[in-house]
């Protein structure tokens, strides 16, 4: 079940700003996560025929995106780290606390964390886009709400 143009182009007419802000948000700033977005949208439309259905396209394209992002932050050597607080900010709510808290988790951990709960993709996306199992993004996820709480958590409180 190959991909159509009209398919690639309504998702990325609706989704472009969550690609984006998903791939900023862990690493890279916004200009580099824009041009990722836009380098795995062409290579989508490109290599449209071999999407073979068993996934979402938008899980499909998000693996091409976030494939395209690693290679890109590899060959410039450079360590992922938070470039913008908008991402931060939407997934916070607002919240100082808590966009901290997001801030300090690491970059992996973070991108599931976005890809759940701003892009609101199931497990099984998650995973196929991050290359692991779904047990590994429910313990992913485990672990980043544990160590949320302890961030949050007031200082001298106990558990």
């Not at 472009?16 to 977005?37: P, Q």
């Not at 439309?45 to 932050?73: M, P």
């Not at 360590?79 to 808590?98: K, M, N």
């Not at 964390?113 to 995973?127: H, M, N, S, T």
Request: proline letters at 3%; one cysteine or more; charged letters at 35%.
């Amino acid at each position: 079940m190959a991909a159509t143009v009209e398919e690639l182009e309504r998702l990325y007419r609706e989704r472009f700003h969550v690609f984006r802000d998903g791939l900023a948000s862990v690493g890279g700033g916004r200009e580099a996560a824009r041009e990722a977005v836009q380098e795995a949208f062409a290579r989508a439309l490109r290599d449209r025929r071999t999407f073979r259905g068993d996934g979402s396209l938008e899980a499909w394209v998000w693996r091409i995106a976030v494939n395209h992002a690693l290679k890109a932050r590899r060959d410039l050597r450079d360590r992922w780290e938070i470039d913008s607080d908008r991402p931060a900010a939407e997934l916070a709510g607002g919240d100082d606390d808590v966009r901290d808290a997001l801030r300090a988790l690491p970059p992996r951990r973070k991108l599931v964390v976005f890809l759940r709960y701003f892009a609101d993709l199931p497990y099984g996306e998650i995973a196929r886009i991050c290359g692991v199992s779904e047990g590994t993004v429910a313990a992913t996820l485990s672990q980043s709400h544990t160590e949320l709480v302890e961030h949050l958590r007031p200082k001298g409180a106990s558990t």
